[in-house]
Every structure is written in C-alpha cells, then in structure tokens.
C-alpha cells in the first residue's frame, strides 16, 4: 500500500525531533525551577538520614570478638560483652559535610518560610481583588528588592568607614605635620634634622636634637614684608627688637595671634605649637611666629553631555586648582596675606591672579567682575588654623582661613577660561577627590569643602 502523502516519513521524523525538543526543554525548566531543587535537595536528605540510622543499626549489631587463645602466662577472664544499644553509638561526620548540612536546612527554612509569606500575600490578594493594587509586596529572604538593600547597607557601610579612615589620616598629617618635616627644605639643599613621629611634641624627651638655622636669601634681603633677622642677636635684642608675640604687631603691621592658641617664646623665639619640624630659623617665611595666609576652594558640579555625574551615591565636584612651580604639587589658588587687607580681599586678589591672571585679557572684563562678585558673596569658612607646610620651620608656620566659594548652577565661571598667573604653571578644572596629591594642608581643605556641599571625595 503506497504512503497516502508525499514525503511523509520526513515529516513523522521532524515531529518526533520536535516532540524530544519540547521535552528536553521541559525537564530542564522544571529542574531549574525552586521546587525541584526543593524537592531534591529533600530527598538528598531523606536518603541520608536513611543511611546514618543504617549505620547506626549495623554498628550496635556488631559484637567485639575476644581474643581467648591461651598463653604461658595466666590471665583473669574478660567480663562477658555488653550488647550496644542504637542510642549509645554515636555516628561523627566530616565537619565539612556536618557544616553544608547545617547550611541546606537553614537555607530550606528560610525558603519554605519565605514561600509560606509569598503565598499567603497571594492569597490575600486574590481575596481583596481590587483593593489590593496598593498592596506591597512582602520582602523576603529570597527577594532581589531585599538583596538590593542589603547589598547597598553594606556598601554605604563600607564608604563611610573609608571617609571615617580618610578624614583620620588627614587630621594625623596635620596633627604631626608630615610635610613640615619633609627633607630637604624646600628649594634648597638644607637638610632637616630627623624627628620621629614620637618626637614631634616638644614635651616629647628628644637628647640631642639640634637643628640648623637657615632663612633663605630671598628673606634675609630685607623685603617690605619680612620681619629683621634676629639669628645671632642675643635673647635680650631679640625680644626688643620684636616684643608682640602672641599679639597685633603695629610696628611690622602684621598679627601675632595663632588661631592655635598662645604660643611659647623661649630666647626671643616663638616656638611651633605642633613640635618639632627639624630645621630653625624662617625658612622662606617672612615673619616670626605664625605667617597667615588664605585659601578660596572655588567648585562647581562635574557634569558629563549635561548630567550630573555621580559616585557612590554623590554628586562629583570640579575645583580650580593650580600647579605650584616650586614643588610641582597642585593646591589651591592661596597665598599669604597682604598687610592692611581683609581676608576676603586678599582671597579674591589671589585667585584672581594666580588662576585667571590679568583681567586685561578678557573682551568682557566688566561682566567677568560682576559674575566674580556674585562668586565672592556666597563664601563660606570651612577651615581655620594650622597649615602643614614644607615651608615651616620651628620658629615659622604657616596658618591659613579657607574659604568655599560654590558655583551651585555653573554659569558664573562655565565661559571664563583659567590663565595661570606669574606665580603658577598652569591653572584648570580638577575633580574633587581624596586621590588627588596636592601641597601643604590642601587635601583637608578640599575635603572639609566637599563635606559642606555633600560631595564626593
């Protein structure tokens, strides 16, 4: 009898290939799904349970056998044996295999648990129909909702133990003022004196401590803002020649004052309130005793097409920074303060200089000023104090107010081009971060600024 349709052995063949298709695809399905692992992992317990109760029958059984050949030498005879009961053997597994053990049935808790929740929510819903569109949907164990959270918890956990870390180092490097020991003096051949960390107090037992003197030339040539030299004056010249410590100085037209606190003077010279640096005498300071100087922490948004650009969770901060020519270090746009004006002008007068230099060369120069002093009157003070400096010395610091100055829309400097002044190699844009090496006290200034704004650091 001839096939009633053409070809019709291909086709019952290409419906049995689709018909095992369906299946294979079928069984993986189900064993990939929750129950079947549920399922299975059950049995796996069941069947092992099954197999320590055998274990434990077989060896309650058994009968130790006693050995009753006789020997030259007399021996007493063995009590008779005492039958094992199943509750007198103990079975002891692998610690490795007691542990996943241990793990499968928690974990199956958790998720019969979770089923349970899961299921219940269901059913309520189903109940209340509509009313139920508002319902939440319970978290689970098992949920990518709860481990989204937990994940995230630990992650911020994380960062802020990194900020805690980070602000810690910063204050210790402030506190110890590793730069303030760095050898050689800066842009010179000068070599410090060691100190230790241990050393740094003065209060600290230091025999044998003895550190030159040096102030460089370009001090000891008498500029209008320095202070005289009182190296080889005797302590007596020395405390008539300068008599304002720890107070507004009207002859030099300068001030004294620490924002560190009243400082020691022994023979005539102030003594560094944070210890020991290694080295006496100015250095490249003009003044005795605290040299005060400012820092504007000028930032806007870092923005990317248009977006804000984010990291870990924060907004990213840009700042003007500038790249010192002496050391090659990025800081901020600072300088000492000029005698005779307020902080708020010697700030403005410096970053203007050092970061967009003269204003001669800007076609609008007159709506430059008026965006700038919109820029100005927003400043707040985020720091105050003692400036770890390469240029302090035991009888000269560095002391430093900073100030942030925020272009929260970033419209005030987005078309005024960054020129480096006289003083600096280059002046630009630098993303705020705890990565970037900058000189003297500048990280920590950066940081307490992003703080103030809620920014990354």
Not at 106 to 132: C, P, V
Not at 345 to 361: N, V
Not at 409 to 437: C, F, H, P
Request: charged content about 25%.
């Amino acid at each position: 009898m001839g096939r009633k349709y053409k070809n019709e052995r291909e086709l019952v063949q290409w419906e049995n290939v689709i018909a095992d298709s369906f299946h294979q695809k079928s069984e993986l399905k189900d064993t990939e799904s929750m129950d079947y692992k549920v399922n299975t992992t059950y049995n796996l317990l069941s069947d092992m349970t099954v197999k320590l109760e055998e274990l434990q029958d077989h060896q309650s059984s058994t009968v130790p056998t006693v050995d009753r050949t006789i020997h030259q030498t007399p021996v007493q005879p063995l009590p008779a044996p005492v039958p094992l009961s199943p509750s007198s053997v103990t079975v002891h597994m692998p610690p490795s295999l007691e542990s996943r053990l241990n793990r499968l049935e928690t974990d199956l808790h958790k998720h019969m648990e979770a089923t349970f929740t899961s299921l219940n929510w269901i059913m309520t819903a189903l109940k209340e129909g509509k009313e139920a569109r508002h319902r939440e949907a319970p978290f689970t164990q098992f949920s990518v909702e709860e481990k989204r959270r937990k994940e995230k918890k630990k992650k911020d956990a994380k960062q802020k133990e990194l900020h805690r870390k980070v602000f810690e180092m910063l204050q210790k490097g402030i506190e110890l003022h590793f730069r303030a020991r760095t050898t050689p003096y800066l842009s010179s051949n000068v070599e410090r004196f060691p100190v230790p960390d241990d050393k740094v107090d003065w209060n600290a037992e230091y025999t044998g401590y003895s550190p030159p003197f040096y102030t460089a030339p370009s001090v000891l040539s008498k500029p209008a803002w320095a202070d005289p030299d009182l190296t080889n004056m005797s302590p007596t010249e020395r405390l008539t020649a300068i008599s304002c410590f720890n107070n507004q100085d009207i002859v030099y037209k300068t001030n004294r004052v620490s924002y560190c606190g009243t400082y020691n003077v022994v023979d005539g010279l102030p003594i560094n309130p944070k210890g020991r640096t290694g080295l006496q005498g100015r250095g490249l300071l003009g003044r005795w005793g605290p040299n005060h100087a400012g820092d504007p922490v000028v930032t806007r948004w870092k923005t990317e097409n248009g977006v804000q650009c984010m990291k870990d969770d924060k907004p990213v901060l840009e700042f003007v920074a500038v790249l010192r020519s002496d050391n090659q270090m990025w800081a901020l746009p600072g300088a000492i303060l000029q005698t005779g004006t307020s902080v708020g002008d010697s700030l403005k007068a410096e970053f203007t200089e050092e970061a967009i230099g003269d204003l001669a060369h800007i076609l609008d120069e007159k709506t430059v000023k008026k965006k700038l002093k919109k820029l100005w009157k927003n400043g707040v003070k985020v720091y105050e104090g003692y400036a770890d400096d390469p240029r302090n010395t035991d009888n000269a610091w560095l002391e430093t107010v900073a100030f942030s100055y925020h272009d929260n829309e970033g419209t005030i400097l987005d078309k005024l081009n960054l020129r480096a002044g006289e003083t600096v190699d280059l002046a630009t844009w630098i993303t705020a971060s705890r990565k970037v090496n900058m000189h003297g006290s500048h990280l920590y200034i950066l940081k307490l600024a992003c703080d103030r704004l809620g920014a990354y650091f």
